[in-house]
């Protein structure tokens, strides 16, 4: 029976309906389904299928976006549920942002709904974030990771001034800096002096993870 | 520079803007406009493009800029490469990658719009009728309104090659229908001219026979 109500959640995520995906998340706890089983079996799973489509050259940027907001939807029925479910110690504050000028936060929001997921504590700065709030953000919050997206190779290397300045008032060593973003690459995170890259959202996930040691 | 001995390869959308103002004994090769929205395919079919021109030219000039990073990592064994040094073919059009950078820094949400691209097709404004035919209107509504959250602005580039009243017509519909405020903004064919008389300045890479291009090419700033 559970499994039938995950299966309809990660459909309705995968095909992007997203008034049935509230509908179906806000079914599955009130019938007292585990808010973490919901997440994992139900939209997550959704929206990884959606990912391989894309990857399989099925799914087309219209078709992603849409799943993409499906999935927000689920999870914003999901997300008080799930804080106040104890789902073990938090894996750590991480800070993200997409750097000035750059407008784009399609990807960045799949990164945070993967990360909440993953037991981080999000805090998102939004787009269009100048360096200078990035900076303060690290020193009020005192993240574990600080994440940063640029969508374009014309903001992109904003990021190498934003790790620098980290560097210059003294907080790079307390924090871990993750780039990612679709002209980014492992080789471009080397030279700007990032601890990690991610390639996707799901990889961001899996990078941010493996820098707590989990 | 040997014309004969020249290939461009470019864009369809910047083939257009290139066409007016190439000798007429200058060779050249389109990909496909709809390439750029996956740069690993781009940067497959430019490598597979030039292995197979190479040989029998001199040079080859890319209409192209880094396009998402497409660009790095393609070499050419028997010829030298030239490349604009500008971000995207929008840096072209605007005739220099600092005009790319003020319109960036004036006005980051611009949703760009030439002759080229609005010929090609294939801009979301383009698909919205393809979407709502197939998939409804409710659904291509939904696409359009969560692609242009963060846009504020449609500007049509001018450069002033040829009639723009049906561009300028359709841009200005498009930018009512999606709630955008339209602008003609000017372009220029400062690069284009250089590009096809060989007269690259610092406005262009030369990669050498052999070499591979890399990022730092475009952003020398990166080592600093």
Known sequence: MSDEKYQAISKAVTEGEDIQTGELVKAALDASLPPLEILQKGVVDGITKAGELWKANQYFLPDVILSADAFKVGMEVLDPELKNTQTGPSRGKYIIGVVEGDMHDLGKSLVVALLTSAGFEVVDLGIDVPMDKFVEAVKTHQPTIVGLGAYMTTTMLIMKDIIKELSNQGLRNNVKVMVGGVPTSQEFSDEVGADAWGRDALDAMQKALTLVGG | ?224
């Open chain 2, 1 to 224: 520079m040997d014309n004969s001995k020249t290939l461009i390869l470019a864009c369809a959308t910047v083939i257009e803007e290139i066409l007016p103002l190439m000798p007429s004994d200058m060779k050249y090769e389109v990909l496909d406009f709809g390439l750029h929205v996956n740069p690993n395919q781009l940067r497959h079919i430019l490598q597979e493009t030039i292995d197979g021109a190479n040989s029998r030219f001199d040079t080859i000039i890319l209409g192209y800029g880094l396009c998402s990073q497409a660009i790095i990592g393609i070499k050419a064994s028997c010829c030298t490469l030239v490349i604009p040094r500008v971000d995207d073919c929008i840096a072209i059009f605007l005739g220099s990658s600092k005009s790319y950078q003020n319109q960036l820094k004036t006005e980051p949400g611009t949703y760009y719009l030439t002759k080229g691209w609005i010929e090609v097709g294939d801009s979301p404004f383009a698909q919205y009728e393809k979407i709502a035919a197939k998939q409804g209107k409710e659904r291509a509504d939904r696409i359009m309104r969560l692609m242009l959250k963060n846009y504020t602005r449609l500007a049509l580039i001018n450069t002033g090659r040829y009639g723009m009243d049906h561009y300028r017509e359709y841009a200005r519909k498009t930018a009512q229908q999606f709630g955008l405020r339209y602008e003609e903004i000017m372009g220029s064919t400062t690069l284009i001219q250089k590009m096809v008389a060989g007269n690259w300045d610092n406005d262009f890479i030369i990669i050498p026979v052999g070499e591979t291009v890399q990022y730092s090419h475009f952003y020398p700033d990166l080592h600093k």
